[in-house]
């Protein structure tokens, strides 16, 4: 192709722009990252202005391609490409990082135009992975395009980003790395060497261009290569230089500083005379009109009642596989996501049946969790499942989604002690305290196969926010007749009397052992009530209180799980100026390998720990 | 070298031995993994009697080899090894997985030669890697050697070592990785093709070796190989195949499936008939006298009182930095670990006054946290820091380090909405709940520079587990005085009287915003008491609840965290069973970009939210 000169001269003149703003904007701001964005304004403005196809006026558009700043603290430059495409003006930009703009210090989706929220480092590239296997496996011809730092390469999850790029053949994902050398604190750990980190990728099967990230011919023609790979994903590792154009370029020790009021005009008048041509054109950005984004709902949907009959045994994990099949024919935007465990999530079932709407992540979380994200951007419905441990490999990326306002589904299988053999590295612990934390996120945590049924299909609906599903490892005996409702932030009464001494409130397993509880204190002519605590956040205050006035004022709650941060702690809050005594089980030590049963009864969260605890409370 | 027929023979005996013992006690727990462990029968083999030089009868001896069994779920290989040196007999490892012996499923440091608590994948080399560094700057003359599978090479984890291994040149380490081709519900994403897995390790700046695992010649000649490498790390690629020796080798479908009592002749025989000439020999093991760890204790250590003078304005993480600084001095063992963030974190002045005793570890806080396990094994005293929030992205490590007991120093900064600008990517607001929930961890929050002098040091003492210390990044005033005394599960009682209406509960920066909310009620005649609760955990039940009681029995806590999980959480939980009325103030939203100021008011944490619960409270 022939590349006017023209157009090179367009896209300079852009970059020049961009750099005046983010210099403006960062010093006005009295902080952000000015000369992170003076290396990256080339490739961005020819990213904006010349590479990516995209109707400003909605960026949701089905086919526009999809722009991800993995170096998120380069956002003003993102902000300033769109001042220069026309959505943003100069006074929006001057807002940066104030509290009543939504221009924050890094990207986040209150300003629509940004597709992730970044700032937690060497994230993007599986966002972007997500947004792209998305659209291959729906057949829309979008680019994703990801700008990332030479720093966050050391990021373990990218490379488990472009491992699975490989593998997937995901020609329509282009990686352009931004490589000026400087780190915040240090020279990077490749330095200032292209050639050394291209073999890296190279070797993971990417496609690779390397250009001078400054020349403005290199990066259009490196992009136009990109487009016309179709076998692999592209990677342009671009040299550039930290600080470009001003007098602190390629120097140590100017990561994350603005400059003041008074160095500010300095720095103005070095970009203009190193950029006197480009400086000097005039370009009016077109005034758009402000796009409102509109969320796409999971559609309505119904599935027939479960078939599920009481007192079989099943485990919940593989109720839960069972459902995700059901769920799968009336939701055609359900995408199941593993990370190497399928077999004992039994979201096997699910690849079985739609192995187009299934992504096999092999063992890396982290890429799970990143194109999870991706996936919910493009309007998809992903659910995620692993064991619950190792949702702990991936706690920040699930930590940028909730920032991120995404839909995600969970399921964290093999959790708590009563796993049984297989040790304390299998066993997930911390997993309700991990994903309570999260701002609006819901905890659901079935017992039976029913429950499971029913929750899993709650846990798709919600698209407020995360929705973790604790799933239980044990073939448990279903407790629940097929009509039963659950909601969230429900509970189910199982025991009550007119003469309860006291309430327990358990969940999953441990829901069994305060039914055998139950039944060994009336043998004695002791009733308690027993509540199924299903939904952990949010929590059933009022049941959970009324059931402990009416019994006694006394309360236990146990958990398979460790005491902090877990159900026994949210109980305390809730109830924290109710007169009602409350004794918490739950596991405080470090376990070990045993039987289920053996382990309940080590960690004192089985039915004998439970007797024990209510004599404790009625002496 | 010549290597003689011999010892081939040998050592392709002790691999059946081991095979065999693998079978058996797998079929015998009922469960494990005994596929797995056939695959890399003849590479444990060839290390334990061919490559590592030990002293079996002292595992921490100083230049002892080190192995770390990265591949957890191959445990019953590692106790049929330490069986076949003659520390373990048969009826040991005939108990593997049974609540009674310390063979877990997964290896666990229950059993003192285990290196490093393995079991959730792609954690070994990076552990690795901390010892062969460790050994490295001590001039000590081990090998590490770390057995990978190659299921687990899609972790990013991994890479993150790879990196780093190659970066610091650490030629010391040899990473063994057990090619079997097949993962639990899936065949590897490299199949089986060593040489575009070898690529990778060559373009990360390793010397690679790739063999046939099964070929004892090719495995001895290897090691001898990976030891005369003075420049690089070496890996030894083994392609092998899962099951080796019995029907189901090579086949999908058997991983974590031990064979039944009945199949359990049938498959002996098969590796019997396989290996006939291995089976026949007989070597006797020795049998060694057990060995009982020591623990090295921290060193008594005493620093002069600080020199901070009250109502200086100086930044607890500056504090940190200078506190580490004075400890270098007196603990020859310190190592600090960075992220790239060290002059966020101040661990840069740690750095400059002792450059060989600091790490490096660029932005990849998965390998700083192995590193830090492995050097902790080795006798040293790691402080690890980086963002509060960034400890997210290895918190399946810090959950590993828990279960290995490893004494990990971690030190978060840049906490809480108060950070400002940066926006919520860069604020650790989860922090508290995660490290509330290890077993054994004590979590401490100093809010000025007087006692983050002291609460440093009790860190730095804590040898029981992990200490976690919570650095605000804004410079606080001094309120403390040099000889003031803090301790691991204290508080201090700022403000008292006779009179109080209330009591408030702070910790960090909200310390400030609770005294300033004490001087603006005090003018409206409305005394409260405030205590700085330091320690969250273990948190000072008694103290706060005396208060509380004196205080009108009204208690309101007030924190920079989540709700969940957080400082209040814990309160509630340790006065569940006090007639004590408790408001909590935290934050429960999604942070956004603005002053510290701003958004302390528009969390509710600053000291109108708190002059607004006190009278809330006294309504």
Excluded at 158 to 171: G, H, T
Excluded at 302 to 321: E, H, I, N, Q
Aim: proline fraction near 4%.
């Amino acid at each position: 192709m022939k590349i006017s000169l023209d157009l090179l001269a367009q896209l300079r003149h852009r970059a020049y722009n961009m750099r005046v703003l983010c210099l403006e904007a960062t010093t006005e701001a009295g902080s952000g990252h000015p000369t992170t964005c003076l290396s990256a304004a080339d490739l961005v403005a020819a990213l904006f202005f010349y590479g990516m196809q995209y109707d400003p006026e909605n960026p949701a558009a089905r086919n526009n391609d999809r722009f991800i700043l993995s170096k998120g603290h380069g956002a003003p430059l993102l902000y300033a490409a769109w001042k220069e495409v026309g959505v943003l003006t100069k006074e929006d930009v001057m807002g940066l990082r104030s509290f009543s703009s939504v221009l924050e210090g890094h990207p986040v989706p209150r300003f629509p135009y940004v597709e992730a929220a970044t700032g937690s480092l060497g994230m993007g590239l599986s966002i972007g992975l997500g947004m792209a296997i998305g659209g291959q496996r729906n057949n829309r011809s979008f680019y994703t395009y990801v700008l990332l730092g030479d720093s966050e390469m050391t990021e373990g999850s990218v490379w488990e980003a472009i491992e699975l790029a490989a593998y997937y053949n995901v020609n329509r994902l282009i990686a352009i790395v931004d490589f000026n050398r400087l780190g915040q604190s240090i020279e990077t750990i490749d330095d200032h060497d292209p050639a050394k980190h291209e073999e890296r990728w190279k070797a993971f099967g990417w496609h690779t261009i390397t250009i001078d990230g400054h020349d403005m011919k290199e990066i259009v023609e490196a992009l136009d290569e990109a487009k016309k790979e179709y076998e692999k994903p592209t990677v342009i590792i671009a040299k550039t230089f930290k600080g470009y154009g001003i007098e602190v370029e390629d120097k140590m020790g100017y990561h994350g500083k603005a400059f003041s009021k008074e160095e500010l005009p300095k720095m103005l008048k070095q970009l203009e005379e190193r950029f006197k041509e480009d400086a000097k054109m005039q370009i009016e950005p077109p005034k758009l009109k402000p796009y409102t984004p509109r969320r796409k709902d999971v559609p309505e949907f119904t599935l027939p009642p479960c078939s599920y009959s009481k007192d079989a045994k099943v485990a919940p994990r593989k109720a839960f596989g069972e459902t995700l099949v059901q769920l799968g024919t009336v939701l055609n935007d359900l995408i199941v996501l593993d990370a190497e465990v399928k077999n004992s999530t039994f979201t096997q079932l699910f690849e079985d049946a739609y192995p187009s709407r299934f992504i096999e992540s092999f063992i890396a979380e982290q890429a799970m969790i990143g194109m999870a994200i991706g996936l919910s951007s493009l309007g998809y419905i992903p659910f995620s499942a692993t064991f619950a441990s190792f949702f702990s490999r991936a706690h920040d990326q699930i930590r940028m989604a909730a920032i991120n306002r995404s839909a995600l589904r969970l399921a964290g299988t093999h959790v708590g002690v009563s796993i049984g053999q297989d040790g304390p590295s299998q066993m997930g612990l911390e997993d309700i305290g991990m994903m309570r934390a999260l701002p609006d996120s819901v905890v659901l945590y079935p017992c039976d196969a029913v429950s499971t049924y029913a929750l899993t299909q709650l846990a798709v609906r919600y698209q407020d926010g995360i929705s973790y599903l604790r799933l239980t490892r044990a073939a448990t005996p279903v407790i629940y007749e097929p009509g039963d409702t659950f909601f969230i932030g429900g509970s189910k009464v199982l025991k009550e009397s007119d003469n309860d001494r006291a309430c327990i409130v358990a969940a999953g397993i441990t829901v069994f052992e305060a039914l055998k509880a139950y039944e060994e204190l009336k043998k004695r002519n002791i009733l308690v009530s027993v509540i199924d605590l299903y939904s952990i956040k949010p929590l059933d205050y009022e049941t959970i209180k009324q059931q402990a006035l009416k019994a006694n004022k006394k309360l236990i709650t146990v958990e398979d799980h460790f005491l902090q941060g877990g159900m026994g702690e949210a109980v305390c809050y809730a109830l924290r100026n109710d007169d009602i005594t409350i004794e918490v089980l739950a596991v405080t030590d470090i376990s070990r390998s045993g039987t289920p049963e053996e382990l309940l009864a080590y960690h004192k969260i089985d039915h004998m720990a439970l007797i024990e605890a209510v004599y404790k409370l009625l002496v």
